[in-house]
């Protein structure tokens, strides 16, 4: 196949390259490509392949948007094949383009059977839609080389050229905004870290200070504690009852807020249902059998009278044997229920002895250390205030108490009347103190 030339408009440099760089983006699944541009007394100048408008050797031309380079052209980089080429036409209102499909000799075998096709078809496809070839045609098309045709095609020249133009310009404006919002988020990043820089300082003197007044705070409480405790020291009665205090309102608290255990009451639960259920299910078939007997006599009508003994005791005893296990069921829950109860009673009662019981005790140490100098309590006296405290049982009084050795049954008697075999009596009394 033989080299193409097309008829293109005039472009600047910079919008040749931008279109050959999207060519070459476009096969770049299939070649390597790269873009060179000569000028005039410069030379060749390589450009890059994937933003060919930013390659700093050649921003002299594009970025004032000229149209100085003599050519530009786009080479496939395995085989350093040209595949598109831009020539510029200075006397003319077109410039020339040659596509070069003629690669399939450069390929081997297995490409040539693979890409070739593919390759061209996206090659030329590409071209025509880049450089617009079929629209520059059809206007150029039936025109002469008039003095109106020139003017209509340096017009049109024009109209490309403010096209490209502003096709810059919003380039331009678009990256000087995304400059802008970029140096705006730097400085709202600095900001924000000089803030957090400022904050932290702050912090960290608050934090200082706080910990000097706790540390201040700290040592004047354990001052005052120090005099708390040397003054306490000091008044040795004081600190007595206060501990006294202590102790009778922690023993308060736990008599107070004594209950059972969340295990206690789990394990009377499966006691409890089965007493319900067993109550239930009872009940149940005393009713049901006594519905069935109904039924069987209601069906048999007057005959019921000739029925056999045997099968009113079977009728009766479906009936009776429900009920009596109602009954048993029923007559032992309120046995169990009402010892649970007695229990609950009487360990209540008990705990609050204790707490009266306490208080006596707290009572009776006070007076026990109220005792000044030398002086002690009366034996008897502390016998009598501490009688029965603390005892799970009241004890009676002692007159009224059973003797339960011999000893103590003599240590009872008043007196002894004693008969003997031959009918003397003797009599003893014990003498009154």
Request: glycine content about 4%; hydrophobic content about 40%; charged content about 25%.
């Amino acid at each position: 196949m033989s080299d193409k030339h097309f008829k293109i408009q005039k472009l600047s440099d910079r919008s040749i390259a931008i279109a050959l760089g999207k060519i070459g983006s476009a096969i770049g699944a299939y070649r390597p490509t790269h873009i060179v541009a000569h000028f005039e007394h410069i030379g060749e100048v390589r450009l890059d392949a994937l933003t060919p408008e930013n390659t700093p050797a050649a921003q002299f031309s594009f970025s004032i948007d000229s149209s100085i380079a003599d050519y530009l052209i786009l080479y496939d980089s395995q085989t350093n094949c040209q595949l598109v080429k831009v020539t510029r036409q200075t006397d003319a209102y077109f410039d020339n383009a040659t596509l070069t499909t003629d690669i399939a000799g450069r390929l081997s075998g297995s490409e040539r059977d693979e890409i070739y096709r593919p390759l061209i078809a996206t090659l030329s496809s590409n071209f025509m839609r880049e450089f617009r070839v079929a629209e520059f045609a059809a206007s150029m098309r039936d025109q002469s080389d008039t003095e109106w045709e020139r003017y209509r095609s340096a017009q049109l020249s024009i109209l490309n050229s403010l096209q490209e133009t502003s096709e810059r310009v919003l380039v331009t404006t678009t990256k000087a905004i995304a400059d802008s919002k970029a140096l705006q988020e730097a400085e709202y990043l600095s900001l924000r870290k000089k803030l957090e820089d400022e904050v932290s300082k702050t912090e960290m003197e608050l934090r200082t200070l706080y910990e000097s007044k706790m540390h201040e705070l700290n040592a004047r409480e354990e001052e005052l504690d120090q005099k708390l405790a040397n003054y306490n020291t000091h008044e040795a009665l004081y600190v007595a009852r206060k501990k006294a205090e202590e102790q009778l309102t922690q023993l308060k608290s736990w008599l107070t807020n004594s209950s059972l255990t969340k295990e206690t009451v789990a394990k009377r639960r499966p006691v409890f249902f089965t007493y319900v259920v067993a109550i239930g299910v009872s009940i149940g078939f005393a009713v049901w059998y006594s519905f069935q007997g109904y039924q069987v006599a209601t069906a048999l009508g007057r005959e019921v009278i000739n029925m056999p003994w045997w099968q009113w005791v079977a009728i009766t005893f479906k009936a009776v044997v429900p009920i009596a296990a109602f009954t048993t069921f029923a007559i032992y829950f309120m046995r169990w229920e009402g010892a649970w109860a007695r229990q609950h009673a009487e360990e209540e009662l008990r705990l609050r002895s204790r707490m009266i019981d306490i208080g006596r005790s707290t009572w009776l140490l006070e007076a026990v250390r109220d005792q000044k100098g030398g002086d002690k309590v009366d034996p008897a006296l502390l016998a009598e205030l501490s009688k029965n405290l603390f005892a799970d049982h009241v004890s009676t009084d002692s007159a009224d108490q059973h003797p339960t050795t011999l000893t103590d049954f003599v240590e009872k008697l008043s007196s002894l009347r004693l008969r003997t075999p031959d009918g003397t009596e003797i009599e003893a009394s014990r003498a009154k103190k």
